[in-house]
């Protein structure tokens, strides 16, 4: 049995697409079952997973505020991504990152997943920071 998750997103209200693959017609396939219980994953944490979850958005708020502080024109977007890893590791003891860093300037803060960070960054140019850090229980300090 292939279960695939197929269903509604309760806040987009999209729904799931799930391309057509011919091998699957060899297979009994559920579309039903893991979209409710995938969604009660979602809504639903414990005491364990809470703590955890706010201490990884106080090191990346806190990383946040670090890169507005030494952000200005002349310095590449990667050192402002290293500024906000160092942060990471020196006060919250995390080392793993959830997703590639995206710190973008100019006109590379409207490229959708941009992750060279290889741009000086000019004088008046907006900045984009979608950085954050991934916790994992035993290294919380």
Known sequence: MIYLNSGINSDSKKSTIIPEQPWLSKYKVDKEKVHPILSECRVFKSEDELKVMKYACQAAAEGHVQVMKHC???????????????????????????????????????????????????????VLCDCGHMVKRGRMK
């Open 72 to 126: 200005k024109p002349g310095l590449m977007e990667s050192y402002l991504a290293s500024v906000m890893r160092a942060q990471g590791s020196a006060d919250y003891n995390v080392k793993l990152k959830p997703y590639g860093d995206i710190l973008a300037s100019g006109k590379n803060s409207a490229t959708l997943h941009y992750v060279d960070n290889n741009m000086i960054i000019k004088e008046n140019q907006f």
